[in-house]
């Protein structure tokens, strides 16, 4: 197979992600665990550190599952019969899951174990969370719902998972950004700017025949959901 350009390449890696997500149980479980964790952890003022060590635990678990399914596809692609050599990969690839999710619990434990006991504090306080990690969290966010919007609708509307598809990812991460900076600048020409930007951004993705108008607009607009739930609602 020759190897295509930057974009393809990233794009095959996606639709790898894509794919173990629709047909692995364990991989949907994990992408809503994340999610929740995610979220979670604007509640809980995270230290750099910390939120460190959570990203890294949510990427060693899932990586582990998607190298697992891997092994056990390619197993059953060339042992159709039953062999104890067959068995015995399986076995350890899944016991390579299981050791990291063991490690993501104590690592949830430690980190979220003494935020958890001051409950109280945090519900009946304003939550406090700097904006480097409200803006990271609404841009990790996106990414992740629109993966997960075009997994969702990416048989009706065609296109790949990285390029085309049901809501561009261009638009709602530079709408997301746009709306980042305006909340954090709060000065009106910056505002204009950012937003200018993110227009250009969407517009060349209809120009450019890779989205239509309405998967632009999809994008735009969860981006600007996120970055005003995230800074306005629970920051």
């Known amino acids: 197979m020759k190897s295509g350009n930057f974009i393809s390449s990233f794009n095959y890696a996606v639709q790898g992600i894509i794919s173990a997500l629709k047909t692995e ?3 949907k479980f994990h992408y809503l665990a994340s999610v929740g964790v995610i979220i979670a952890s604007l509640f809980m ?11 890294f635990s949510i990427t060693f678990v899932v990586t582990a599952e998607m190298i697992n399914t891997a092994i056990e596809r390619t197993v059953d692609l060339v042992v ?13 690839s899944a016991g390579a899951v299981l050791i990291s999710s063991i490690n993501a619990v104590v690592c949830a434990y430690l980190i979220f174990y003494d935020k958890i006991t001051i409950a109280e504090d945090f519900i009946l306080n304003k939550i406090k969370n700097s904006n480097d990690h ?14 997960g919007g ?10 790949t998972y990285f390029q085309g598809g049901a809501i561009s990812g261009h638009a709602s991460l530079s709408f997301c ?42 994008g735009a607009i969860l981006g600007v959901c996120v970055a005003i739930f995230i800074f306005k609602i629970i920051g």
Not at 45 to 55: C, G, Q, V, Y
């Open 134 to 147: 409200l803006a990271f969290v609404s841009i990790l966010m996106v990414l992740i719902l629109t993966v």
């Open 25 to 27: 149980r364990n991989m």
């Open 45 to 55: 003022d995270l230290s750099r550190t910390e939120f460190m060590l959570m990203i």
């Open 177 to 218: 950004a746009a709306t980042i900076i305006s909340l954090i600048s709060e000065n009106t020409l910056v505002t204009l700017l950012s937003f200018f930007v993110a227009l250009l951004v969407a517009e060349s993705r209809v120009e450019g025949k890779i989205h239509k108008v309405s998967e632009v607009i999809s």
């Open 80 to 92: 159709q019969d039953y062999n104890p050599i067959a068995k015995y990969i399986k076995d350890v």
């Open 150 to 159: 075009k997994y969702i609708r990416a048989k009706k509307n065609g296109g």
